[in-house]
């Protein structure tokens, strides 16, 4: 399985605005490169392997 991360995360790591992190993850979800497991408040991001 992938890697799991927050948003929050995403920030901190690359030093982006909370808004740039959930644009590009938005992009990553539809695309099917990430997807989106647990629940919405305490879920983490996985990175879909192929």
């Given at each position: 399985?992938?890697?799991?991360?927050s948003?929050?995360e995403?920030?901190?790591t690359?030093?982006?605005?909370?808004?740039t992190?959930r644009r590009?993850?938005?992009?990553?979800l539809?695309?099917?490169?990430?997807?989106?497991?647990?629940?919405?408040?305490?879920?983490r991001?996985?990175?879909?392997s192929?």
């Open positions: 399985m992938g890697e799991r991360f948003a929050k995403i920030v901190q690359w030093h982006v605005s909370l808004k992190a590009d993850i938005s992009a990553l539809h695309s099917k490169l990430l997807e989106y497991i647990r629940s919405r408040r305490k879920g991001y996985r990175t879909n192929r």
